[in-house]
T-cell receptor, first 113, second 111 residues
Framework: DTAVSQTPKYLVTQMGNDKSIKCEQN?????MYWYKQDSKKFLKIMFS???????INETVPNRFSPKSPDKAHLNLHINSLELGDSAVYFC????????????FGDGTRLSIL | GENVEQHPSTLSVQEGDSAVIKCTYS??????FPWYKQELGKGPQLIID?????GEKKDQRIAVTLNKTAKHFSLHITETQPEDSAVYFC??????????FGGGTRVLVKP
């Protein structure tokens, strides 16, 4: 069973569109994250939720809106997509925060045309 | 905030040789140091981690060392194999803080 699963794996869309990425974890963890990985492979945290509450918001444009309906799910909605949003987005989860191991999904590759 | 520097950015080794990746961190409050391996098309996977109450940890061909005074930690891979080719990330964190990642090292093991 996949521990952290995110869908879709690939997302190709036009500039200006709105899209969503979904993430689910079956590890029973209380904390979930969204990371952005650029073309140089640099991993940058975007958001962190603990038990459905937002605890980290790293100066991400407000076009990005995370939503956590329950502690097993963290979705990412992006409005008015821009060329610079092209990247791989990773969802991760952990039991506790920065002092604990994080488990990553396999990523969603977002390409903006 | 925490800043993690990772070197080298690329590393090419002959199969059977050892590979060493080094990281430095800035925040003395960091006490958790994981290493992740990312294969093509996959997410980062935890391969080993160390906490600041330990100076060294080993798991088969992989070892990690930590020098808390100098704020350095390193990953050592011995007897490298082609399947060790991947991007490796170090990270530093602590309870109450986020995990901060290094810039990654692309390792290529040549058969």
């Amino acid at each position: 069973d996949t521990a952290v699963s995110q869908t879709p794996k690939y997302l190709v869309t036009q500039m200006g569109n709105d899209k969503s990425i979904k993430c689910e974890q079956n590890l029973g963890h209380d904390t979930m994250y969204w990371y952005k990985q650029d073309s140089k492979k640099f991993l940058k945290i975007m958001f962190s939720y603990n038990n459905k509450e937002l605890i980290i918001n790293e100066t991400v444009p407000n076009r990005f809106s995370p939503k956590s309906p329950d502690k097993a799910h963290l979705n990412l909605h992006i409005n008015s997509l821009e060329l610079g949003d092209s990247a791989v987005y990773f969802c991760a989860s952990s039991q506790g925060d920065g002092g604990q191991p994080q488990h990553f999904g396999d990523g969603t590759r977002l390409s903006i045309l | 905030g925490e800043n993690v520097e990772q070197h080298p950015s690329t590393l090419s080794v002959q199969e059977g040789d050892s590979a060493v990746i080094k990281c430095t961190y800035s925040d003395s409050a960091s006490n958790y140091f994981p290493w992740y391996k990312q294969e093509l098309g996959k997410g980062p996977q935890l391969i080993i981690d160390i906490r600041s109450n330990v100076g060294e940890k080993k798991d088969q061909r992989i070892a990690v060392t930590l020098n808390k005074t100098a704020k350095h930690f390193s990953l050592h891979i011995t007897e490298t194999q082609p399947e060790d080719s991947a991007v490796y990330f170090c990270a530093a964190g602590a309870a109450g803080n986020k995990l901060t990642f290094g810039g990654g090292t692309r390792v290529l093991v040549k058969p």
